[in-house]
């Protein structure tokens, strides 16, 4: 029957921040002896929690999510492999590393449990030395991979809450691995209906723009590439008719930690409002020049209406002067 071990402190679950003051380590083994030994050898330095059966094992990671698991390969129930299995099929215990105990010696042993999934296999007999070794080893990486873990999750709830918008791309097929509501406006479609999806499949009318042929050549030359005030006919479902925004947008390279350009992240923002201000101030300009021509050319015609109705009287004016003149000469 399973009978955890009672741990020397109170097992605390998880803060709300997901640290522990003391990492918490999963012992589950059928052998008394053994589970005794590695429980009391592990206490000084961790929470421990020791298990005797493969399936209350499991319900006990489920509900602890512990930092490692140290594990028997073969256990009632449940065995080591198939529990490992388990561990592995839920997203909320995937990431546990597994060091996986075993009578059974040799190469072939340890690369059938490192197969199955195990970070790490360790045969029995093994020396306390080992033992600590190879925890100390597992936790370190448990602790790195939480903390990058973590960063992911905020840097995804940041780009989720982004008022821009935002996509990253995964591999040549370009396979969406995040979508925030602004670029699901944008794009047309639910976030369900482009994530882990290819995304000209998703959204097959990109494929006859110059948008393939831009990523293209970003994940290709890993340079990145920028637009400006590029236009998209925007029309979320229930909107109504379809309007015009305006973008500005950055196509970057994502790279792996090695250089390797794995992806692609799109970061584009509205300009709309910019954009139809500066054509407004156009068009007002535009107007106001038209109507400074029109005053213009009303002055002229006017200037020249006004002077026609004069000319004949300005030209009797000259003719009864010279008149005037011709008849003062005959007097003298």
Same mark, same amino acid.
């Given at each position: 029957?399973?009978?955890?071990?009672?741990p020397?402190?109170?097992?605390?679950?998880?803060?709300?921040?997901?640290?522990?003051?003391?990492?918490?380590?999963?012992?589950?083994?059928?052998?008394?002896d053994?589970?005794?030994y590695?429980?009391h050898?592990?206490?000084?330095?961790?929470d421990?929690i020791?298990i005797?059966?493969?399936?209350?094992?499991l319900?006990t990671?489920?509900?602890?999510?512990?930092?490692?698991?140290?594990?028997?390969? #073969?256990?009632?129930?449940? !065995?080591?492999?198939?529990?490992?299995?388990?561990?592995?099929?839920c997203?909320?215990t995937?990431?546990? &590393?597994?060091?996986?105990?075993?009578?059974?010696?040799?190469?072939?042993?340890?690369?059938?449990?490192? !197969?199955?999934?195990?970070?790490?296999?360790l @045969?029995?007999?093994?020396?306390?030395? *080992?033992?600590? @070794?190879?925890?100390?080893?597992?936790?370190a990486?448990?602790?790195?991979?939480?903390?990058h873990?973590?960063e992911r999750?905020?840097?995804?709830?940041?780009?989720?809450?982004?008022?821009n918008?935002?996509?990253?791309l995964?591999?040549?097929?370009?396979?969406v691995?995040?979508?925030? &509501?602004?670029?699901?406006?944008?794009?047309?479609?639910?976030?369900?209906?482009?994530?882990e999806?290819?995304l000209?499949?998703?959204?097959? *009318?990109?494929?006859?723009t110059s948008?393939?042929a831009?990523?293209?050549?970003?994940?290709?030359?890993g340079?990145?590439?920028?637009?400006?005030?590029?236009?998209?006919?925007?029309?979320?479902?229930?909107?109504?008719?379809?309007?015009?925004?305006y973008?500005?947008?950055?196509?970057? &390279?994502l790279?792996?930690?090695?250089?390797?350009?794995?992806?692609v992240l799109?970061?584009?923002?509205?300009?709309?409002?910019?954009?139809?201000?500066?054509?407004?101030?156009?068009?007002?300009?535009?107007?106001?020049?038209?109507?400074?021509? #029109?005053k213009?050319?009303?002055?002229? #015609?006017?200037?020249?209406?006004?002077?026609?109705?004069?000319?004949?009287?300005v030209?009797?004016?000259?003719?009864?002067?010279?008149?005037?003149?011709a008849?003062r *000469?005959?007097?003298?």
């Open positions: 029957p399973a009978h955890p071990i009672a020397v402190r109170e097992i605390p679950g998880e803060s709300q921040e997901g640290v522990r003051e003391r990492p918490l380590v999963l012992c589950a083994d059928d052998n008394a053994l589970r005794s590695v429980s050898l592990l206490a000084p330095l961790y421990v020791a005797g059966d493969g399936e209350q094992a319900e990671a489920l509900i602890y999510r512990p930092d490692l698991v140290v594990a028997d390969v #073969m256990m009632p129930h449940l !065995d080591g492999v198939a529990f490992l299995k388990a561990l592995r099929a997203p909320r995937a990431m546990i &590393p597994v060091v996986l105990l075993s009578a059974r010696a040799g190469e072939e042993a340890k690369i059938e449990g490192l !197969d199955a999934g195990a970070d790490d296999y @045969a029995k007999p093994f020396s306390a030395r *080992e033992l600590l @070794a190879r925890v100390r080893s597992q936790l990486l448990s602790l790195a991979r939480r903390a873990e973590r999750e905020d840097f995804h709830t940041l780009f989720m809450q982004a008022p918008v935002f996509l990253i995964r591999g040549p097929e370009y396979i691995e995040l979508a925030n &509501p602004p670029a699901c406006r944008v794009l047309h479609r639910a976030h369900e209906e482009l994530l999806r290819p000209l499949e998703a959204v097959p *009318e990109l494929e006859d948008f393939r831009t990523l293209d050549g970003v994940l290709r030359t340079a990145p590439y920028q637009g400006k005030e590029v236009s998209s006919s925007v029309r979320w479902r229930g909107e109504g008719e379809a309007k015009i925004e973008y500005n947008y950055v196509f970057s &390279p790279r792996s930690s090695e250089g390797r350009i794995e992806g799109i970061d584009a923002f509205a300009v709309t409002e910019e954009v139809i201000a500066r054509q407004e101030m156009g068009r007002l300009r535009a107007e106001a020049e038209s109507a400074n021509r #029109m213009d050319e009303f002055l002229a #015609m006017l200037g020249h209406e006004l002077r026609n109705p004069l000319a004949p009287m030209m009797a004016l000259q003719v009864m002067r010279l008149r005037g003149g008849s *000469e005959q007097d003298i």
